[in-house]
């Protein structure tokens, strides 16, 4: 595992392997909401575990994976 530059980008654009911290999420209630719910909120670290071009972007929080549709992990912002 990788720790990630401090800039912020898109979880969409971090590379596999990689561990980043969520900033912020660009989107509505219901989103921002539904991403808290599965435990991906500001401050949290995640492992990008997959993400092919795309395709959607596997993540792992704690012991879990959850896997995002591109759309969802473009509103998500990471350092």
Same mark, same amino acid.
């Given at each position: 595992? *990788? *720790? ?6 898109? @979880?969409?654009? /971090?590379? =596999? #392997? %990689?561990?980043?911290?969520? %900033?912020?999420? !660009? +989107? $509505?209630? #219901? @989103? ?6 599965? +435990?991906?909120?500001? #401050? ?9 071009? #795309? +395709? =959607?972007?596997?993540? !792992? ?6 896997? @995002? +549709?591109? $759309? !969802? !992990?473009? *509103?998500?912002? /990471?350092?």
């Amino acid at each position: 595992m *990788k *720790k990630a530059d401090a800039v912020a980008r898109q @979880l969409s654009e /971090v590379a =596999p #392997g %990689e561990v980043v911290t969520i %900033e912020s999420v !660009a +989107g $509505g209630r #219901g @989103l921002t909401s539904r991403l808290s719910a599965m +435990g991906l909120f500001a #401050g949290r670290e995640v492992e990008v575990v997959r993400n092919s071009r #795309g +395709g =959607p972007v596997v993540v !792992a929080v704690r012991d879990c994976r959850v896997m @995002l +549709g591109r $759309g !969802a !992990a473009q *509103k998500v912002m /990471v350092r």
